[in-house]
């Protein structure tokens, strides 16, 4: 679902959680990753065991040594050297997107379920013009949450520009606009369509030239709202 979002020089590696085995599912991790969730509760355990599966797998696509995924600032994966990618987790899903960090200058993915968001959180993470948008958009395309794929969509963004920057960005610091593909004539496939993100500050500095906005892609497929951006050096 998240590869058809990005361009074919990034592996992807997807993965349905159910109520497996959690001891096997941990017994996969490196004893420096195991120790990052020893205390944690059985589904995060479970969550973080099944994306560090699907992150090797995509390492193994691309030709290099499966390697623990540790967390760096701020929770950022820390990828082996050569590397740029991705990860995400929601209810029942795990998604890992790698690349060789030649080919992009960063990425970034996230997945949601596809339901509305809890009461009051989107007044908190969106800008009035981008409330505005989002109206325009139910009215003429009621069947998808807009609000989840709009917090899809900042999520994916962060994690684009955390690896360039080393800093927070805040919600209100990226003004993100969606609109949608024609939708299919059989609806089997979902719904499909495009992102920006205008960055609301200095963006980063990539191959001598500053950013000032990000693009991607979303879907919503299968009971999941999922969002990517690959960020090209040219």
Same mark, same amino acid.
Request: glycine content about 10%.
């Given at each position: ?94 998604? $890992? ?5 030649? !080919?992009?200058?960063?990425? &970034?993915?996230? *997945?949601?379920? =596809? /339901?509305? %968001? ?55 610091? $990226? ?5 949608? !593909?024609?939708?299919?004539? &059989?609806?089997? *496939?979902?719904? =499909? /369509?495009? %992102? ?39």
């Amino acid at each position: 679902m998240i590869g058809e979002l990005l361009p074919g020089s990034v592996v992807t590696v997807e993965a349905r959680l159910d109520e497996g085995d959690t001891a096997d599912l941990e017994a996969g991790l490196h004893p420096e990753e195991a120790a990052l969730v020893a205390r944690a509760v059985t589904k995060r355990r479970r969550e973080f065991a099944v994306v560090r599966s699907c992150a090797r797998r995509a390492m193994v696509k691309l030709g290099v040594p499966p390697q623990p995924v540790l967390s760096g600032d701020r929770g950022a994966p820390r990828w082996p050297r050569g590397l740029a990618g991705s990860m995400t987790h929601c209810d029942g899903y795990c998604a $890992a997107a790698l690349v060789r960090a030649t !080919d992009l200058a960063s990425l &970034g993915i996230d *997945a949601e379920p =596809h /339901g509305p %968001l809890p009461e009051g959180v989107g007044p908190a993470v969106t800008l009035p013009a981008e409330r505005d948008r989002l109206r325009r958009l139910a009215a003429a395309r009621p069947e998808i949450q807009w609000d989840r794929l709009l917090f899809s969509a900042k999520e994916s963004v962060y994690k684009t520009w955390f690896p360039l920057t080393g800093k927070w960005l805040d919600f209100s610091e $990226a003004d993100i606009e969606l609109w949608a !593909d024609d939708p299919d004539p &059989g609806g089997a *496939a979902g719904a =499909h /369509g495009g %992102l920006r993100a205008r960055l609301l500050v200095p963006g980063p500095t990539v191959a001598g030239r500053r950013v000032p906005a990000f693009e991607g892609r979303w879907t919503v497929q299968q009971g999941l709202v999922a969002t990517a951006i690959a960020l090209p050096y040219d």
